[in-house]
């Protein structure tokens, strides 16, 4: 099992697609990707302003707010109301998708996945969790400080808004009374 730890203070930001906004990579697939090769990624998102999303033909995306609130109109979808109490959202990202920001600016967490490339599955977790053993990769976020994640005999301490990546079967316990993401990633062939 391959374990990588993804420290919030590594992480570059840079301008959305479009432009309208910043964003921080936390994990991609394959490594070194960019906007139109990535298999899956991971990413958060600063939203400022009201305005529209980036569009991603053929990508599947799932939103988690992690700061903030705002009204997703999505088209042929309806109307979402997110916040960090909301569940992950998932929807298509060829769509016209536009924001209206209802309470300050927005932090998300952003999960796209290339349609036939990859498939991912959102969780917020308030409590004790024991991921099982999977065959593709497993991303924990930690939502504040003090998320231990216990691996193969290690504890990994994460703080506000790092990320363990564990690749290939392994099994995980996180201790996330803190509050944690967890993202589930799959590719046809599990090779993450």
């Known amino acids: 099992m391959t374990l990588t730890l993804l420290r919030a203070a590594d992480r570059a930001a840079v301008p959305w697609k479009n432009g309208g906004g910043v964003t921080r990579e936390v994990a991609a697939w394959p490594p070194g990707s960019g906007f139109d090769d990535f298999a899956w990624r991971v990413s958060m998102a600063e939203v400022g302003e009201d305005g529209p999303f980036s569009s991603f033909p053929g990508i599947d995306r799932v939103l988690t707010v992690l700061e903030g609130a705002m009204r997703l109109t999505i088209q042929d979808a309806g109307v979402f109301d997110l916040s960090p109490r909301s569940a992950p959202l998932a929807f298509d990202g060829g769509v016209l998708t536009t924001a209206q920001l209802t309470a300050g600016p927005v932090l998300d967490l952003n999960v ?81």
Do not use: K, Y
């Open 112 to 192: 796209m996945t290339r349609r036939g490339a990859a498939f991912a599955r959102v969780d917020r977790v308030v409590a004790h969790l024991t991921v099982p053993p999977t065959a593709g990769a497993c991303l924990v976020f930690a939502l504040a400080d003090g998320v231990a994640v216990h691996s193969a005999g290690e504890v990994h301490e994460l703080h506000r808004h790092d990320g363990l990546l564990s690749q290939a079967v392994g099994s995980i316990q996180a201790s996330a009374d803190a509050q944690a993401i967890v993202v589930w990633l799959t590719t046809p062939d599990n090779r993450i």
